[in-house]
């Protein structure tokens, strides 16, 4: 072999070798970039989860007070129901009472 072939060998192989390291590198950025815009994507996720989240609860914290404003609502309709039912049975049991002592 000629000291030109071998010294194109040798030019070619660290040609070679450049390209290999420069592909090498350009692989380990474009992982490095890849696991940064997972991990932005993965943020922009758990920031929208989270606000999904929060309005899920709002609107079922406003459903609860909504359902115990009726429940309270209702409760205080049949109080009122009884104590007018009640008041009607206190007249009636006064006068019978009345009517037992006098006719005692």
């Known amino acids: 072999m000629s000291i030109e072939s071998i010294q194109k060998v040798n030019q070619t192989e ?3 070798r450049e390209k290999k390291q420069a592909a090498a590198a ?14 932005l994507l993965l943020e922009q996720a758990r920031k ?4 999904q989240v ?5 609107q ?3 459903r609860a ?13 049949d109080c009122d129901a ?13 006068a019978l009472i009345l009517k037992r002592i006098v006719t005692v």
Do not use: F, P, W, Y
Request: charged share 20%.
């Open 14 to 16: 660290a040609l070679a």
């Open 26 to 39: 350009q692989a380990k950025q474009i992982i490095r970039d890849a696991q940064q815009a997972g991990q």
């Open 48 to 51: 929208e989860a989270e606000a």
């Open 54 to 58: 929060r309005n899920v609860m709002a």
């Open 60 to 62: 079922a914290e406003q």
């Open 65 to 77: 007070q909504d359902h115990t404003a009726q429940v309270l609502a209702a409760n205080a309709r």
């Open 82 to 94: 009884l104590s007018a039912t009640a008041e009607t049975h206190l007249k009636e049991a006064a």
